[in-house]
């Protein structure tokens, strides 16, 4: 693992010299060459980075909605200068790690035909690309290929770990572009390959937290490829889109085939759930894909369908939300699967987001992998 003290990862230039360490050999200067200035809001703790899928685009925004970062053309740029249908986003210091996955044929308006784009990328804040995985365009397995890589984490070693669904496994990559383990891997046994795995996410305990979507569960698999323990919420869980471990050991799933976030304990038991769908108003299936617990004990929920992001309390109830209001209308040839509050605004939120897959708060790693090790022991 490599090691740098808190304030020098903080910084720009700590950053630059970490990804040069760990093996990019030219990093794009993290000063603009068009000389324009970062809002001075940019990657502050409490912030919000937002996913906005079919946007094409991810946004840093503060706790009101106001939009003081971005990354894409918005939804009419289909572009390798976007990120299209970006599913996931993770601030890395000063940088930003974004999935794209394309858009499949039939599902916008804007792009009847789909577009591919098989990219994990890094941009640095002046969005400048500084590292990629995966080509625009081009959907395969092959050496620095990907189809549909809907999540990437970035781990403290400063490797990225690839929820590639396409492929059905999980990789984790090296910098270089060496695929350096996956899963299933050395695993041929037929109950553990994976069905359209949506995330991955590593443990404290050195093993990885995979949402197997297409199998209803979730997966907790050692470095050597074995399944130590399996989620399920006692058989209730539909896609499951998003796992991650809580401090007190509990674990929480996004239960996208039920618009549900469920915490369960050790032994599969549910302690906690919130369903997306209950509003009047909603879309029928909204299938969230996002459910992140927060330090102060809200959980930030991506309610994909009905074009919002909500801050839902322990007592269920929303707290903040990010996007136009629900309408309980869709738009014309969309079948009801997506709410008529799209929008898309270079200022705020409020004027709506489209498809949202992803949110989480800048600073808060609460559940998730931390890109770096914040207490700097000798931890995984």
């Known amino acids: 693992m490599i090691k740098q003290s808190k304030n020098t990862l903080r910084s720009a230039e700590g950053w630059c010299s970490l990804l040069a360490a760990a093996g990019i050999l030219v990093l794009a200067g993290t000063a603009s060459a068009d000389g324009l200035k970062l809002n001075r809001h940019f990657n502050r703790p409490g912030n919000l980075l937002m996913a906005d899928q079919f946007n094409n685009r991810v946004i840093e925004t503060d706790p009101a909605g106001n ?18 249908g970006v599913n996931d986003a993770q601030r890395v210091g000063p940088f ?7 858009t499949p044929p039939g599902v916008i308006p804007q792009a009847p035909d789909g577009v591919a784009d098989n990219r994990i990328i890094l941009v640095n804040p002046f969005g400048h690309i500084v590292w990629q995985y995966g080509q625009f365009g081009v959907t395969g397995s092959g050496p620095n290929q990907l189809s549909t890589p809907v999540q990437c984490t970035w781990l403290p070693n400063a490797h990225v770990l690839i929820s590639d669904q396409g492929n059905n496994r999980i990789i984790e990559v090296n910098l270089r572009k060496q695929i350096v383990w996956q899963f299933p891997g050395s695993d041929t046994n037929a109950s553990d390959q994976l069905s359209s795995p949506n995330s991955a996410e590593l443990l404290e305990n050195g093993h990885i ?19 130590v323990k399996v989620f399920t919420a006692g058989g209730t869980v539909g896609a499951v889109a998003f796992a991650s471990r809580l401090d007190n050991g509990d674990t929480l799933l996004t239960d996208a085939g039920n618009s549900a976030a469920v915490e369960v304990d ?9 369903f997306t769908d209950t509003d009047p108003l909603s879309v029928p299936a909204p299938a969230p894909t996002r459910a992140i617990r927060l330090k102060n ?5 991506s309610d994909q369908f009905n074009n919002r992001v909500i801050r839902v309390s322990l007592a269920g ?22 709410g008529s509050n799209v929008g898309y605004d270079l200022h705020t939120t409020q004027n709506g987001l489209y498809s949202p897959y992803d949110a989480k708060i800048i600073g808060d790693y609460t559940g998730l992998t931390p890109p770096f090790d914040f207490d700097e022991d000798n931890d995984d």
Do not use: H
């Open 67 to 84: 939009i003081v970062w971005s990354f894409g053309l918005g939804p009419n740029d289909f572009s390798a200068k976007s990120i299209i």
């Open 96 to 102: 930003t790690l974004m999935a794209g996955t394309g």
């Open 209 to 227: 937290l995979i949402s197997d979507e297409g199998n209803s569960r979730a997966l907790e698999v050692t470095r050597d490829d074995q399944v």
């Open 266 to 274: 050790a032994n599969d038991n549910i302690v906690w759930q919130y």
């Open 297 to 301: 004990g809200d959980t930030l929920i």
């Open 317 to 338: 109830v929303i707290v903040a939300d990010y996007g136009l209001p629900l309408t309980g209308m869709t738009l014309p040839g969309t079948g009801g699967v997506i």
